[in-house]
C-alpha cells in the first residue's frame, strides 16, 4: 500500500527557511510525478509545486515561485520542498503527494494526484 509521510514542518519567524522532507514507500515512484499541496482550514486545498517523475519538469504556484524549491530523488523515494523567505500568508498545513497518471509530466490540480500524505503543519510568525 502506498504510503507518503511527511517531515519538517514547525514554528518559524517571517523571513526564515524551512525545508519539508516526504518518504514515499509500498510503491515505484519514479515513473510519476509527486508534489506538494497546502491547506488553511475553512480554505480549499492550494496547489504549491510538483514535479515530473524524471525531475525534468517543475511547476510552481505564483505565490510561492522564487522562494521555494522542490526536489526529488527516485533511488530514496523522497521528495523534498525547501521554502526560503517565509512569509505568515505560506502557514497551512501541507500534503506530499503522488499521482497514478504516467508521464514525465507535472500536474496542478488536486483530483489529478491519487495518494495524499497526513500533512505536516508549517506556521510562520510576523
Known amino acids: 500500500q502506498v504510503r507518503l509521510v511527511e517531515s519538517g514542518g514547525g514554528l518559524v519567524q517571517a523571513g526564515d527557511s524551512l525545508s519539508l522532507s516526504c518518504a514515499a514507500s509500498g510503491g515505484t515512484f519514479d515513473s510519476y510525478a509527486m508534489g506538494w499541496f497546502r491547506q488553511a482550514p475553512g480554505k480549499e486545498r492550494e496547489f504549491v509545486s510538483a514535479?515530473?517523475?524524471?525531475?525534468?519538469?517543475?511547476h510552481y504556484a505564483d505565490s510561492v515561485r522564487g522562494r521555494f524549491t522542490i526536489s526529488r530523488d527516485n533511488a530514496k523515494n523522497t521528495v523534498d520542498l525547501l521554502m526560503t523567505s517565509l512569509k505568515p500568508e505560506d502557514t497551512d498545513v501541507y500534503y506530499c503527494v503522488t499521482t497514478l497518471i504516467l508521464g514525465d509530466y507535472v500536474w496542478t490540480e488536486s483530483y489529478q494526484y491519487d495518494y495524499w500524505g497526513q500533512g505536516t503543519q508549517v506556521t510562520v510568525s510576523s
Open positions: 514535479i515530473s517523475s524524471k525531475g525534468g519538469t517543475i
